[in-house]
């Protein structure tokens, strides 16, 4: 099946300081895709809707200034927390639908676990 | 998009049937539902999604009610490496359209 990316799969940052996450679709394209906040043994909540060549939609209590998302192709998106603080330590992962097959499912990449000190 | 209920957890022996089961009685009628899994941390895995007719592949079979209120998921011969959360969701298609989580049904599977 299809593959979706992350990198890195863990980081360590100390606060203050702002981290990059990418996710890439490897075998297909994506113009919509979804990025997801998890903290310990809690379910995902969903973050933002990244898509293609303009603005992300966040939900609602997401500061989009904090995590700032781009999706500059249509097999990669990024997000950057800004200015990480210890409550931003969270597992971050994102997922993708190909572009093609809008009844598909939708495909998760294997998470991105941020430690802020 | 529809709210799901499921149990919290389950037990399960290894070899034999487990089967999940889901509520979403407020689906409506273009809403598909969706199983994912997630082993611990790790990503979220696809299993399977249907609309109205029962479905199945190499890794369960997914039952849906005649009128869409609820479902199960079957995973004929449970092992151990099915322990997982176990998500149901019901949600439009589209590539736009967002999968929201609920709280799953943890499920142990035992020798």
């Known amino acids: 099946g299809a593959v979706v990316s992350q990198h890195p799969s863990r980081v360590i940052c100390k606060s203050g300081t702002s981290v990059k996450i990418e996710c890439r679709s490897l075998d297909f394209q994506a113009t919509t895709m979804f990025w997801y906040r998890q903290f310990p043994k809690k379910s995902l909540m969903l973050m933002a809707t990244s898509n293609e060549g303009s603005k992300a939609t966040y939900e609602q209590g997401v500061e989009k200034d904090k995590f700032l998302i781009n999706h500059a192709s249509l097999t990669l998106s990024t997000l950057t927390v800004t200015s990480a603080h210890p409550e931003d330590s969270s597992f971050y992962i994102c997922?993708?639908?190909?572009?093609?097959?809008?009844?598909?499912?939708?495909?998760f990449g294997e998470g991105s676990r941020l430690t802020v000190l | 998009d529809a709210k799901t209920t499921q149990p919290p957890s389950m037990d399960c022996a290894e070899g034999r049937a487990a089967n999940l089961p889901c509520n979403h009685s407020?689906?409506?009628?273009?809403?598909?539902v969706y199983w994912y899994r997630q082993i611990h941390s790790q990503g979220p895995q696809y299993i399977i999604h249907g609309l109205k007719n029962n479905e199945t592949n190499e890794m369960a079979s997914l039952i849906i009610t005649e009128d869409r209120k609820s479902s199960t998921l079957i995973l004929p011969h449970a092992t151990l490496r099915d322990t997982a959360v176990y998500y149901c969701?019901?949600?439009?298609?589209?590539?736009?359209?967002?999968?929201?989580f609920g709280t799953g049904t943890r499920l142990q599977v035992t020798l």
């Open positions: 997922s993708a639908r190909e572009a093609r097959n809008p009844t598909g499912e939708l495909f």
């Open positions: 407020t689906i409506s009628g273009n809403e598909y």
């Open positions: 969701i019901v949600a439009h298609t589209g590539t736009a359209s967002k999968l929201t």
